[in-house]
Each structure stands twice: as C-alpha cells, then as structure tokens.
C-alpha cells in the first residue's frame, strides 16, 4: 500500500432539493385602494424550497492499494458520497481529485475516458444486471463503449477470462441472470467492474444482500482480486466485523459527515468518538471476556432537512454534562493522541 493518495476528497457536499412548495405571504389590511392592491399582492402564493443534506463538507484521502472502509447507520450518507466521488451525482460543493486529475472540472465527455479506472460493485446483484441481457453481454459492454476489444474473438476471450477469475465456467457467458444465485450474481457483477482493469473501485455493501455462508467467499475473492490486479477500494458496509477483516483505514459517518477516521486496528481498539464507541458496543462477541457493556443511543437520527446546530451528534450523545460548545460550535476532525482524527469537543 502506497501512501500517496489515488483519491482526494475536499470538503464534498452533495444536498438535493426537495420539491418546491408554495405558502401565503403575510396579509395586512389597509384602507386605501392603493394599500388593497399591496395587500393583494401579499396574499399572492410565494415559493421556498429546501435540500436533504445527504452528504456535508467530507474531506478524506483514499490511498493507493489500500481498502478505506465506510460505516455508519443506514441512510447517514454513505452511498451517497460513493456515488458523488464516481460523480454518478453532482456534488453540490467541493474538489475530488483522481491521481492528478480534478474530476469536478470535467465535462460529462471529458469525464467519459476516465470512467474505465474507476468502477462500482453494487449492492443489490438482482437489481444491477439487465435481465435481458446474457451475462457474456453484461460483461463485454464495458469493452464496448471503452473501445477495449476490436473482435469478437477477443471479446468472448476476455469475457471468458473474466468470468473465470471470479470463479465462474465459461459458458455461464451464454446464460441469464435469473439462471444464477445471488452470490453467482454478484460475482458476475464483479467480473464486469473488472473488465476495464480498473484502478478504483467503490464496493457499495458489497455482501449485504447474500447469505452469512456466500459472504466470506466473495470478500476473500475482493481479497484476492486486490492483491492480484492492484486495485484500490472504498468499501461501504454497516458489519463492522467484516470492516474490521477487509479494510486498512476505517472512516465512520453521521448525518452525512465523517465523524472519525483512524487504521482500523486503531479504531477498533481505541474509538474516541462517542457514536463510534456506540456502533462497536453493538458488534456480536463470542468469547465473553470481550464482551463489552452495550451503549444504547437514546432518540433518532435527525433529519438531514433540518440537522442540529453544533454538533449533529450532540442530541443523541450518551456523554454527560457536555460543554456548551457541543450545542453550538461544529466540531472540525482533530488529530488526537492515538493517532485517529476525530471530530468531537470532548474526546482526548
């Protein structure tokens, strides 16, 4: 693992507009013709709009040859800020570099040459692969649009190729994918992320949707695929534990921003942020001498609509007599004595 960072991440947002809606503006009576065309026109419909901030100021670094894993609760963002990195979405706000390349500055056709090094394994492998399409198809698109392959020949020899180092036959190429299980599925998926021999890849809760037995199989071929082709990943996931397996560094996220960031030994050894203290509290242990004392969190997660002022964490925070500034100071990432970077006024 290199530490020079193949991705650079700098103060990312990416917040989506709710539909418009309409109110009455404030009526006032007066008296006079003129005052009455005033008033009417104060009665007249006035538009506002507001945004889900999905994702808020996300600054990180993805290294070369690295695995950077993403946790946190279902809907804190996650997805979202993988997606905006690929910019599948627009971000709303801030820089992602790719090696020496602002991505943000790109046209949607200057973008077009480097999508090849940088893929996506999506969650769900029902959804992502075209039911139409044989899988040999779904595989050899890529070839396609990048202009990879010039015969068919070399197109069903690459797809082959593909398919095979997944751990699937060869003639699966002529099969459809309600032929094959879900981790068949997900293997095809990963063949075709593949097939531009990419650099980059964001494995978007890439076993979630499996079975517990198929999932240590396709975390040890992401294993495997990483040694072998020098890939780099940003794996998302809420189970800590394979996070804990699979991944170099660990960045945790709430309410759409990243609240700590450390190499997982270190996080998992010594969180500091309270929510993190919190989501490891809830990992199922074994032996009993490593149980911990669970941390239930108390209330909801705000709404990205309307997050709190101070720390968005503050509400739900199990941490007594909390300073004042955890209601109205946000708290930037620090560099603490363990080494991780957390942002919270109270930890040390």
């Known amino acids: 693992m290199s530490e020079t960072p193949l991705v650079q991440v700098d103060n990312v947002s990416m917040h989506f507009p709710t539909k418009i809606a309409w109110r009455k503006a404030e009526v006032v009576a007066e008296p006079t013709g003129a005052a009455r065309v005033l008033g009417a026109l104060r009665r007249a419909l006035t538009r506002y709009s507001t ?29 979202t800020l993988g997606r ?37 394994i999506f969650q769900d492998p029902y959804a992502s692969l075209n039911p139409r399409m044989t899988v040999g198809a779904a595989i050899a698109e890529p070839l396609e649009i990048h202009g990879l392959v010039k ?15 997944v751990g699937l036959r060869a003639d699966a190429a002529k099969r459809y994918p309600h032929e094959f299980s879900g981790g068949q599925r997900q293997r095809v998926g990963i063949a075709r992320a593949l097939a531009c021999r990419p650099k980059f890849i964001v494995c978007d809760e890439p076993i979630s ?25 940003l794996f998302i996931s809420h189970d800590l534990k394979v996070v804990q397996h699979i991944c170099d560094r660990v960045a945790v996220m709430y309410l759409g921003r990243i609240v700590e960031l450390a190499d997982a030994k270190t996080l998992y050894r010594t969180p500091k942020h309270p929510y993190t203290k919190a989501l490891l509290s809830a990992v199922p242990r074994i032996e009993p001498k490593a149980r911990k004392e669970r941390i239930l969190l108390q ?50």
């Open 151 to 165: 015969t068919r020949l070399e197109r069903e020899a690459r797809v082959q190729e593909l398919l095979e180092r």
């Open 209 to 233: 949707a499996l079975d517990v037995s198929i999932q240590a199989q396709i975390v040890n071929l992401l294993e495997d695929l990483q040694a072998a082709e020098d890939l780099t990943y």
């Open 84 to 120: 905006t990195i690929l910019r599948l979405l627009e971000p709303t706000a801030g820089t992602i570099r790719f090696g020496d390349t602002d991505l943000t500055q790109l046209s949607q056709r200057e973008l077009r040459p480097m999508r090849r090094h940088m893929q996506m």
């Open 51 to 79: 945004s889900v901030r999905a994702v808020s100021d996300v600054s990180l670094e993805i290294r070369r040859g690295e695995t950077l894993g993403l946790v946190g609760e279902s809907g804190c963002g996650k997805s």
């Open 299 to 348: 209330g909801d997660v705000p709404s990205p609509l309307a997050p709190p002022s101070g720390c968005p964490f503050h509400p739900r925070c199990p941490v007594k007599d909390k300073p004042q500034a955890c209601y109205q100071e946000l708290p930037k990432l620090r560099v603490l004595s363990n080494g991780s970077r957390t942002a919270c006024h109270v930890a040390e």
